[in-house]
């Protein structure tokens, strides 16, 4: 899995910075949403999925898992 730091949202339950994680399936990028230990507190829970097709690239992908999670604050 692949992790980026997201530029705005925080852990609702420690207050660090999440993480965006992208894992590569046959048709998709599997989004997940990591607080990172050891500085977080280690949750972790599913952002859903994005088609390989609606997007140009990891980047791309990257982008839309960071505004879905901005969209839900
Ligand atoms: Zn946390």
Do not use: Q
């Amino acid at each position: 899995m692949i992790l980026s730091r997201h530029p705005e949202v925080d852990c609702r339950d420690c207050g660090e910075r999440l993480y965006v994680g992208l894992s590569p399936e046959p048709s998709c990028w599997k989004v997940h949403y990591v607080c990172r230990l050891p500085d977080g507190c280690g949750r972790e829970r599913r952002g859903g999925r994005i088609a390989v097709s609606a997007v140009d690239s990891r980047d791309e992908a990257r982008r839309l898992a960071e505004r879905r999670l901005s969209a839900e604050r």
